[in-house]
């Protein structure tokens, strides 16, 4: 299957700081990437979908502001948690898709982002 | 919109058993049907996947089976070893349309 990565894989910070994660697509190139929020114990929730070179689509309720999501090449996603606070602490998971021939390709899911808000 | 149930919660079977875990899913038009395993930490690994045209898929000692009618879809593990254990979780999704999840079944083998 193809490969999705996460930098970094677990980050620490104070509260009021913002923090960027990075998720690229080694092996292909990606039309869609999604970012999800995990909490303990619950399945994944769907914060923004983002296509190359286009403005994200949020979900309800997920803040576009706080949660910055650029799309800027069909194998870079970020995702930055602005002015963060220690209610953001969670698991960042970020998703990659192609489109082709009319039909949405597999997601494959990165290995996740620990984010720790003191 | 979609809704995706999924039972049970938590399952547990000895090494060697088989697993069966079920989702039921609302949308008639929904055309793609993952399963995800999770291990404690790690991202989301799919491990099969069905499409609305075909009615059952296998892979080695894994195995999807739709029921379209019925609108739901199971994933049976044969020969369950330890290093299956994790959580895992169904999704649905129409076209072009998100992925809806279940809420995951957590699995866990005992040698």
């Known amino acids: 299957g193809a490969v999705v990565s996460q930098h970094p894989s677990w980050v620490i910070c104070k509260s009021g700081t913002s923090v960027k994660i990075e998720c690229r697509s080694l092996?292909?190139?990606?039309?869609?990437m999604f970012w999800y929020r995990q909490f303990p114990k619950q399945s994944l929730m769907l914060m923004a979908t983002?296509?190359?070179?286009?403005?994200?689509?949020?979900e309800q309720g997920v803040e576009k502001d706080k949660f910055l999501i650029n799309h800027a090449s069909l194998t870079l996603s970020t995702l930055t948690v602005t002015s963060a606070h220690p209610e953001d602490s969670s698991f960042y998971i970020c998703s990659a898709s192609r489109t082709s021939g009319g039909t949405t390709d597999t997601q494959y899911f990165g290995p996740g982002t620990r984010l720790t808000v003191l | 919109g979609e809704n995706v149930e999924q039972h049970p919660s938590t399952l547990s079977v000895q090494e060697g058993d088989s697993a069966v875990i079920k989702c039921t899913y609302s949308d008639s038009a929904s055309n793609y049907f993952p399963w995800y395993k999770q291990e404690l930490g790690k991202g989301p690994q799919l491990i099969i996947d069905?499409?609305?045209?075909?009615g059952e898929k296998k892979d080695q000692r894994i195995a999807v089976t739709l029921n379209k009618t019925a609108k739901h879809f199971s994933l049976h593990i044969t020969e369950t070893q330890p290093e299956d254990s994790a959580v895992y979780f169904c999704a649905a999704r129409k076209g072009f349309q998100k992925l809806v999840f279940g809420t995951g079944t957590r699995l866990l083998v005992s040698p």
């Open positions: 069905i499409r609305s045209n075909v």
């Open positions: 983002s296509n190359e070179g286009s403005k994200a689509t949020y």
């Open positions: 092996d292909f190139q990606a039309t869609t």
